[in-house]
């Protein structure tokens, strides 16, 4: 919930981005045996890439992880932030190298 709502406030928390109308976003969240494994999925109808939705909203959702457990091991730590794609926007379609 945190990272859907964050990825819809995107325009509010990163400077000069600019508010869209999101068709979708979709945050899944799994446990695996070295932590949580987040991804989160934007989408839009607009002629733009929503890829700064997306990762505000699997930011946002790590953070809520670390606020939820921190009270277990206060040396949590959030790693590997990243794009894994995009398509649309002015630069183009994006797939991220395996």
């Not at 946002?60 to 794609?85: F, H, N, P, R």
């Amino acid at each position: 919930i945190a990272g859907i709502a964050a990825a819809k406030r995107t325009s509010e928390l990163i400077p000069l981005c600019h508010p869209l109308m999101l068709s979708h976003v979709k945050v899944d969240a799994a446990v695996e045996k070295k932590g949580v494994r987040i991804v989160a999925s934007a989408a839009t109808t607009a002629q733009t890439g929503v890829e700064m939705e997306a990762l505000t909203a699997a930011a946002v959702a790590a953070l809520t992880v670390y606020d939820m457990v921190k009270a277990l091991d206060k040396s949590i730590e959030i790693q590997d932030l990243y794009l894994l794609e995009k398509t649309g926007g002015k630069s183009g379609d994006y797939r991220r190298k395996s």
